[in-house]
Structures are given as C-alpha cells and as structure tokens.
C-alpha cells in the first residue's frame, strides 16, 4: 500500500479506507438484522426454509467477521495524531517507544487539563465570592488592617448615670422583683435582687455587661463577714444551684452587644419567671418534683416550666 500524504503521526490514505471499512461493516451488520427480520420466507417446507435461512445467516455472519477484520487491520495503518499542547520540550516525552511501560507523556497532559480545569473553576468561584461581599473576609481586611489601630467599643464605657437609669427603669417595670444597686470596687456595678420571697439573684456587672450570677435561697446570707456581697459562694440547696448554672445559660443566650439594655431587660424578665420555682408544675411531665426537684429549668422564648431532663 502506498504511504500517501501523510500528515503529522497520521496516514490520510489509510484513514479514508478505514471510513469506507467501516461503511461496509455497517452494511454487514445491516444485512445480519435485515435477516433476523425476515425470517424464514420463500420455502414450501419448513426444512427448505431453515436452510434457506441458516445459510443466509452464516453469510452475512462472514461479512461481518471479514470487514471487522479489514478495519482492525486499516486501524493500524492510520496511526495516532500528535497532541498539540503547550508543554513546551515535554513533548519531546511523546517520542518514547515503550509508552505502554512509562507512560509519562499521557500523565502530563492529563495533568495539564486537570490544572487547566482547576484555575477555570477556581476563577468562578472567586467571582461569586467576590459578589458576597463579606466584610469579614481575610482579602478585604488585608495587611494594613492588621497594622490599624483597634477601636475601642463605646459601650463597654457607659456613664455610670446612664446604668442607674437602667437599672431603675428595669426594677420599676417587675413589683414582685426589687434590685439593689451598689458600687464596692469602683464604677463596675454589683445587684441584689430579691424575687419575692423565693430567691435571691447577685449580679455582677461591667457597665451594662452581666460577668455573673449566683442564685441562693431567700433565707440564705448574702454578704461576707466584712458586709460586702459574696459572690464567690456557692448555694447550700441544689435546686439554686441548678438555677444558677442555668442562670449563666441564660447570659450566653442573651447576648446583643449593640444594645445591652436590651439584654439586660431580658435576662431579668427570664429571671422573673422563678417568682412560682415551687408551685409551676412541669410542662412535659407534668409533675411538680422530679428526683426530689422542682421545675428549674425556663424556656428561654415561652419562660415555660421544665425538669431539667424533660427539657430535652
């Protein structure tokens, strides 16, 4: 057979019989379905139809066969076309005779696709990103924000004025609820708050910010042996010691730094609803003790009554 024009890695004679090859295979398949079709036709008995038939059958079979193998054969013949990619002097790798052993060329250029994919993607998804507009992202805070200077929050620094008006306003809005206000150690601010005759609440304040609580008995000491609040000792009952550790859930719940007035309101409304610790019974079980407790737990959007266990 003749080489032909050839281009790079290709015969262009071999690959113009390889596309007739492949016609006339598809015309041999053709013909073995055509022949499924029509059956056995044209026989007065039903031998003479079953040679008739197998006979056509095995012809077209080795049509089939024989075209299949001409274009095995002309598929040789064509070669395989060079890939075109800028690699530079990698595709010098291409010229390896044993590819089958190190196919190292073939790896790289699938490598090169993958890494061209990759920046594609990535290049969307900046764009999206960038359209979020996050504030708090690390590109927009860049190496000259680290540098700046920190503005101090203005509201860690109220008057203490501002905090008694607070505070009053607060203690006027509960009758059952009365808020002793005291500054021992300076402009930080300490509260007593006796509700009813079930408890009593200390609060220990920076500005407008609660730092703690510990809940104790109504009939429970408050003060150390100097008159000053304790606020370091613990309830001698276990109920106010489960309403203390859910009194600091309660901080960690209320939280809205830009008005803390607000959070501030908050918590004592959540705190005012103790003012029935002993007469709310539960609104799961429905019971009023439960493992020799009361209901300590309050729901922190409905102040509904709950067992510490039934609240989950």
Known sequence: MADGALSPGVNLEAFSQAIAAIQALRSSVTRVF???????????TLEGREKGFVAVFQESLHSVSRDLGELERLSNLVGKPSENHPLHNSGLLSLDPVQDKTPLYSQLLQAYKWSNKLQYHAGLASGLLNQQSLKRSANQ?????KRRPKAQPTTLVLPPQYVDDVISRIDRMFPEMSIQLSRPNGTSAMLLVTLGKVLKVIVVMRSLFIDRTIVKGYNENVYTEDGKLDIWSKSNYQVFQKVTDHATTALLHYQLPQMP?????SFMTWLRSYIKLFQAPCQRCGKFLQDGLPPTWR????????????RQ
């Open 141 to 145: 805070m860049g190496v000259s924000a």
């Open 34 to 44: 055509d022949c499924l079709k029509d059956g056995m036709r044209n026989k007065e």
């Open 261 to 265: 007035d607000v959070v501030v309101r």
């Open 299 to 310: 729901d922190f959007r409905t102040l509904e009554a709950f067992h510490d266990t039934c």
